[in-house]
């Protein structure tokens, strides 16, 4: 029996839904080209079937979970997959000139600069049609990339270079499964802080490196604190070693310098090693929000009620978290409760669940994926930020075991922090039919087996998260990353 594949941290998109936002005029060759793909297509999995939760609260502002849609999108982009393609980012962002500096480093060829930032979409609209309509004060976060794009192309794929190049002054590109949170592509107009853009394209997740959009520069003055990271073509893989000490020259002392390859991360972009808000979004829901001065965030209250619970929970008590985090969090403590593991977390000692702030509390900074309720601080007073983590290994195993990725791998640690990554065996419970149940994802690696028509169509969501990357037999450089498990400043 031929199942499919589903990866909670990766858009998927029909090769209908894609072909007919691009060429309105091919909706029925796009529909045939979908039945033929499916007929031939071949993905061999551990066979997860998730029900959706609606997709849409009152308002149409708070989106809560999407569906894990089993239909195909088209090959994602890839440009080089052989060491020669690098990322370079450090906590805080580079400094300016460092495109330059790398550019004149021995044995690179060329280099882009990109900046990121938190953008807030005030209200969206398609062709005169209402989307997104947040209550007055609250907008929905948007996390964008700056991208110089006649340089930015050349590290996608030819199939998607021309969306990137067609982008002019007001206008961004969205990331496929950005047009499917906002139920809209090319043409969709959205009302940031400070400005208004237009959507010019839309193209695969893997070409924004998992930003929700990307702009053509300058920065908008909006943005207090954007994060600098280069991009760079080296002519030969082995000349790491001498860019790294060329940069690190420029960092302040004592700095952390991360330098990663396709081969080695998901997506080449900023603290690679957290899950982008793109895909917590997918896999949580989007929330309207009204940032406030201290660092917090206030959420809509139609998100909080539908999405958060407070339920009590082995070893912790009782916590306020994402009724989704629950059926893999319980089962997670249960099972270091039944091992005797009980003393090695303190109830007394952790920092709650779900709290609505920035990272760091820094309101010119991100979200913290505590904002959705997806992570927990546990043994905070031994676990400083930044100072050497100190969590009982056993722990940090059997956290991991149940799909939470930890914070003291991070380039800066974060010893007490633990956020959801991945889904376990035992997924959300949702109603069906009237009835409570229970839906079931594998524990173990998904051995996926794909057969393509004439090689011209591909599923990304083969990828797998970095603990179960090295059991899978695919070919492919990016199905074999580590970077959801290596280290970042995000917490």
């Known amino acids: 029996m031929a199942h499919r594949c589903h990866y909670p941290w990766m858009s998927v998109r029909a090769v209908e839904k894609s072909d007919r936002r691009r060429r309105p005029g091919l909706t029925g060759i796009a529909v045939a080209g979908a039945v033929l793909v499916a007929g031939v297509l071949l993905v061999s999995c551990e066979p997860p079937s998730r029900e959706s939760v609606s997709r849409r609260v009152a308002g149409a502002t708070d989106h809560t979970p999407i569906s894990q849609s089993t239909e195909v999108r088209r090959r994602p982009a ?35 600069t990109v900046l990121a ?3 807030w979409i005030v209200s969206s609209d398609a062709r005169g049609s209402p989307i997104d309509t947040p209550a007055p004060g609250y907008a929905i976060p948007l996390e964008m990339a700056v991208i110089e794009p006649r340089e930015y192309a050349l590290f996608v794929s030819p199939g998607e270079r021309a969306e990137i190049l067609g982008m002019d002054a007001g206008e961004v590109v969205l990331a496929n499964t950005e047009a499917d949170l906002r139920g809209a ?71 952390p310098l991360r330098i990663r390859a396709r081969s080695e991360t998901p997506f080449l972009r900023y603290g690679d090693a957290v899950l982008p808000q793109l895909l917590v979004k997918k896999a949580f829901g989007e929330f309207a929000a009204r940032p406030d001065s201290d660092g917090r965030i206030t959420i809509a209250p139609q998100w909080v009620s539908r999405n958060l619970r407070s339920e009590r929970v082995p070893l912790l008590g009782r916590l306020t978290c994402h009724r989704a985090l629950f059926p893999q969090l319980e089962p997670a403590l249960r099972s270091m409760e039944a091992a005797g593991l009980g003393h090695v977390l303190d109830a007394s000692d952790q920092a709650g669940c779900w709290v609505p702030r920035f990272i760091g509390w820094d309101p010119d900074g991100w979200l913290s994926h505590h904002a959705w309720g997806i992570a927990l601080d546990i043994n905070v007073s031994n676990n400083a930020f930044g100072a050497p983590p100190n969590q009982d290994p056993r722990l940090v195993t059997g956290m991991e075991r149940w799909g939470f990725t930890w ?34 994802w594998p524990a173990r690696p998904f051995h996926c087996r794909l057969h393509s028509l004439a090689g011209r169509v591909h599923a990304l969501d083969c990828v797998a998260h970095a603990t179960l990357a090295r059991h899978l037999p695919c070919r492919h450089a990016h199905h074999r990353d580590t970077g959801l498990q290596s280290e970042s400043n995000f917490g």
């Open 185 to 255: 592509g090319q043409g969709l107009r959205l009302k940031l802080r400070g400005r208004t853009v237009r959507a010019s394209g839309v193209v695969n997740d893997l070409s924004t490196n998992a930003y929700e959009a990307l702009a053509p520069a300058p920065a908008p003055a909006t943005w207090r604190n954007p994060r600098r990271f280069v991009l760079m073509h080296l002519k030969e893989p082995t000349r790491r070693a001498s860019i790294h000490a060329a940069i690190t020259r420029t960092l302040e002392s004592g700095s």
């Open 407 to 440: 914070g003291g791998k991070w380039l800066i640690p974060d010893g007490m922090h633990f956020e959801w990554s991945r889904w376990t065996r035992t997924g959300p419970t949702i109603r069906k039919q009237g009835r409570l149940v229970s839906t079931r």
């Open 78 to 112: 890839r440009s080089e997959d052989d060491g020669t393609v690098l990322l370079a980012w450090s906590p805080g962002g580079l400094p300016e000139g460092t495109e330059r500096l790398v550019e004149h480093t021995d044995g690179v060829r060329d280099a882009t």
């Open 117 to 119: 930032g938190l953008d």
